[in-house]
């Protein structure tokens, strides 16, 4: 029995045998770049973006600690415990309406004192760095000054009162930590809202109070602090570390998601991994037999093609993690208007280590079934593998196949920030695996039962799904992900597209208007008519307040008294919007309990969204105290809604009984929807005119707004999506390339019966021309299942996909797979008998 070989000699060999443009592995190659730079790119993105929203956390939020109230400014006790923790600086934040002559705009009014920025400086685009703006003046960002037609040096009016333009913004130092405006921001002193008449009694602004602590000083324990002494005040509290909450748990979700995605990549394109080395080695079976008759042991084997094919893995590894590293600073550029990305290369170690540890667990899972079949067996076997193909041992592969299945799945859940989101994944993942493997098995069994075609071609091309050697499993398997691919992105586009152009549009008002008089209501509606005689006017009352306590009104569950909220109990988070209302709210729907009567004067009542209910385990009956304006009201829960969101209207997940709150100060809110052709510039014009200290918001630039968001989010998305559909087209081409190597005897034996080349292409065309058929049916079903749970379980969307484009994507996806196994043919017609058979 000769010795094995030892590592250093095996590497020689394997060496001298593998090509140094690595022909014959290139499919691994690109499989795995592809999938490891998706990886790679999406977790030093997400990494970097990350540890700039820690890192910078201070310079984002413009303090240690921040502290947020609404409809009223803190009380002199509060200001004198925020001023015993450090520096403060307070202001406001409200909408207004900006004139300039004829011309007017919503913009969110940024209120601050001297003492701002307490971090950081403001840069205006002239290059000069200032603080808050001087007396009578305001600072405009660009977008602002450009939609009211004004340069520095120019006046501008807001709330009746006028401004001095001073400086157009060019760097707003927390400006992340303000998120989501309904207009361009203008920043004015501190004292001008209350000036202007923008903060009486019922106006809806916001106060915000940043607190820089002093040296060593912890956040945490100063909001700790602040709730045991203020606990009623209806606080909502931020930290440095947690600067842009919003944009913190989108790059977590938004990254996790795609770290999914590219792990479906990885995935997908571990079949084509699969089976590039399967034809990689079926080449070499020759090699193999020789090196076995001249003693070589399996060992051996197993060294010298482990080696080639591990070189390969590392060089397409390495060229991945290259690959993901240099594409990062265009996404951040592509991002980085949304999100704090620092420009230039990103080196995340741990980001990259884990994208190469993935490519190389994947390249283990898929490559070791074709590696220990040609180490198992012996010389004579691999000589005779023509006609009578290799039995796989399953059970020589179940300890690297499933110790890498494991490894994948251990390091996914341990990076995971919503384990049961990539738990279901995995499952799904692996599920869709064992259905498109039985489905193999099945169409294999079936084409050996079912009745011989007369036509020879028809015969030979069933009888090549069924006959020993067949990769029908391999092609089922491939061409299932890489067609089912095509039909969920396909459905999803289609179904987000559709209930966009569907809703938006037709449902949503022209303008919303805030602070708009009580006692000014009827004076409104006419303004409205006199510009716009078709007009639709709703209005209501709109106050602000915090959940503080909820259940049985004996035993009531605190808020503040919860270490982690419910979930989906966002309504818990901070102050919400209030009404009140004699019947149910159009657009909703009552779904339990009755409704109070009109005129009611009884205990207070408050009518709860249905949703909010099931998350918080509520019953009719049951108690719900909020603090409104700092006042703590208790109310009993008389009814739960069912709400349509989709209005686009004024929806509201708490509706009090008039008596429970109308007395607080308060404001109406209104929604106008105008009829085709109605004169906007007049209305707007008259609007600002009459009602100076009213907002009015098109809901059309606030849509812009949100597009311009989703569409560069969308941008992240399709193009993990497009790596996926890469890696899928990788998929087909290598269960293709390995059905080609296995196809040479088989047509070297029909050319020597007589077998023309027009009628082996069309044996092709019909074989695989079956499969894709079959395929094809089952695409659309798993593809539209798994679209339907992306669209309506994912992103509570309608389910309203384009069949006709999701029947075209299908169709270019059958087309192209004949035109690549088609493709893929051509070197098999060309091959000569006499030369093929001596190589067998």
Known sequence: MSAALSWPVAWKIARRDLSARFRGLRLLLVCLFLGVGALAAIGTLTGAIGRELQDRGQHILGGDLQIEVWQRSPSDAERSAFAAMGKVSSGLRLQAMATNGALASPVELKAVDAAWPLVGRLTLADGRTVGAPPEGSAWLSTDAAARLGVVPGGTISVGGKALRVDGLIGDEPDRLSEGFTLGPTVIVPS???????LTSPGAMFRSKTRILLPRGGNPVAGIDHLKARFPNAGFTYRQRDKAAPGADSFVSRMGEFLVLVGLAALVIAGIGIGGGVSSYLEARRGSIATLKVLGATSGDIARIYLLQIAAAALMGSAAGLLGGVLVTPMLGKALGSLLPVAPGFVFDLAALARAAIYGLLVALVFAAPPLLAARSFPAMALMRARVSPLARRWGDVLLPVGGGVAAIAALALATAAQVKVTALFLAGALALLLILALLGWAIRKCAARLPRPRRPLLRIALANLHR??????????????????FVTLAAVQTSLDANIAARVPQRAPDYFVLDVPRDRVDAFRATVAAAAPQARVRTVPTLRGA??????????????????????????????????????????????????????????LVSVDEKLAQSLGLKIG??????????????KIAAFRRIDWDSMGF??????????????????????????????????????????????????????????????????????????VLAGIAVLLGAIAAARASRVYDNVILRVLGASRSQLLALQLAEYGVLAAVLALVAMGLGSALGWLIVVRLFNFDWLPDWPRIFAVLGAGLVLVIGFALAASLPLLRAKPAQALREL
């Open 191 to 197: 004292d001008f809202p209350a000036s202007a008449g």
């Open 468 to 485: 020993p050697g067949a990769q029908t499993g391999a092609l089922v398997t491939a061409l299932g992900f890489g067609l089912s691919a």
């Open 547 to 604: 959940i503080l306590a909820y259940g049985p009104a004996n035993h009531m569950t605190r808020v503040a008294d919860l270490k982690e909220l419910p979930e989906d109990a966002w309504a818990l988070r901070g102050e919400r919007g209030l009404t009140y209302s004699d019947t149910v709210p159009e657009g909703n729907s009552l779904t339990a309990g009755h409704w109070w009567p009109r005129d009611y004067h009884g205990e207070p």
């Open 622 to 635: 049951d108690a719900l105290t909020i603090s409104l304006l700092g006042v703590e009201r208790t109310a």
């Open 651 to 724: 929806n509201y997940v708490l509706v009090f009984s008039p008596n429970a709150i109308a007395d607080a100060p308060h404001n109406l809110a209104a929604t106008i929807n105008l009829a085709a052709g109605a004169d906007k510039g007049r209305l707007l014009r008259d609007l600002v005119r009459t009602f100076p200290s009213s907002s009015v918001v098109e809901v059309g630039g606030v849509l812009r707004q949100a597009r311009d968001l989703l569409s560069q989010v969308s941008l992240a998305i399709l193009a993990a999506a497009s790596v996926a």
